[in-house]
């Protein structure tokens, strides 16, 4: 079950506007009181620093690694794809480019690696042979979760973003494509705004997760769910987030929460917005705590009285 006071972690490039510098921003995340942990990209966030330094930047404002986060967007050639590119050489430099990230993590004692494949897709018909991208995808994942066993390798999945269509836009195909890698330190990490406009219900998805692969992680966010508007977690959909949150803690999720959200990108002063975030989600974590373990509840999900449980559920968020 999610604890009462779980772990929060921060976007690090949120902090932009606190200075421009990988030193600067974790900076400002230590300026928020609340957020334990950091989550770091790779490669750029290493461009000036190695692993050593990061990590003690890192410890200088109280906060240790979430994990490392794959980025291929620094790279032109992989424009048109990452483990879905057509050439062997581009697919095997993404690869290896994932091999060094997965590296870092463990020198700085992390256990997580995350993937965002938003390279990875097509934008037109008869562009792709779907077939040969989705073998030259797995076989990629499982290279690159065969480096290090010991560190976790985690799909986030979004529905398009850069490319018109994602490889793995849902949580369906991650799963089943997790199924075809079969590697025990594989997973999915949540998006709260990737599964609002994939057309997914939260709670849903993060059980197809729980019965069928890992939770890795929790991206909280919100959005109006027609692109990746990164909105405080919340602000849109108070009552999917808590069903999500009821939904992870039954799933027996005790991870970080991390906060995905864009206050650069609408001129929002990030350190004032992460501790909004902590406060908000510290409430919904603790109605999902109840509302997890609410007989009544349970017993109307069971008959399935929509009305009965949006009565309690109401109740928990804005009083009797």
Not at 65 to 78: D, P
Not at 130 to 135: E, I, L, N, Q, V
Not at 138 to 148: F, G, K, L
Not at 206 to 228: C, E, P, T, V, W
Request: overall charge negative.
């Amino acid at each position: 079950m999610i604890p009462n006071r779980p772990r929060y972690a921060a976007r690090l490039n949120a902090f932009k506007v606190r200075g421009g510098s990988v030193a600067e921003m974790i900076l400002g995340v230590g300026q928020v009181g609340g957020l334990s942990a950091a989550d770091l990209n790779y490669p750029d966030h290493f461009a000036a620093h190695d692993p050593a330094t990061l990590t003690g930047l890192l410890s200088d404002q109280g906060l240790v690694l979430n994990g490392l986060a794959m980025r291929y967007y620094t790279e032109s050639g992989f424009k048109l794809g990452a483990f879905t590119h057509p050439d062997r050489a581009v697919r095997q430099a993404a690869i290896d480019l994932t091999k060094r990230g997965i590296d870092a993590c463990s020198a700085m004692g992390g256990s997580q690696m995350t993937l965002w494949m938003g390279q990875d897709g097509f934008d037109y018909s008869f562009q792709a042979d779907y077939g040969r991208m989705w073998d030259d995808t797995i076989a990629a994942m499982v290279e690159v979760a065969d480096h290090n066993p010991a560190i976790d390798i985690a799909v986030e999945y979004k529905p398009n973003e850069p490319r018109a269509h994602a490889l793995m836009p849902d949580m369906a195909t991650t799963l089943l494509a997790l199924e075809e890698v079969d590697r025990p330190n594989t997973g999915v990490t949540l998006d709260f705004a990737h599964m609002l406009y994939a057309g997914e219900m939260p709670a849903k998805a993060a059980m197809l997760a729980a019965r069928r692969s890992r939770i890795l992680g929790l991206h909280l966010n919100d959005g109006y769910g027609k692109r990746d508007d990164g909105l405080m977690a919340g602000s849109v959909h108070p009552v999917q987030t808590v069903e999500l949150l009821v939904a992870m803690a039954r799933a027996g999720y005790a991870g970080v929460i991390y906060f995905d959200t864009f206050p650069d990108l609408s001129g929002l002063d990030p350190v004032e917005e992460a501790r909004t975030n902590i406060r908000l989600t510290d409430r919904l974590v603790d109605l999902a705590a109840r509302l997890a373990d609410d007989p009544a509840l349970e017993a109307a999900q069971a008959r399935q009285d929509a009305a009965a449980a949006t009565r309690l559920v109401m109740a928990a968020l804005f009083g009797a």
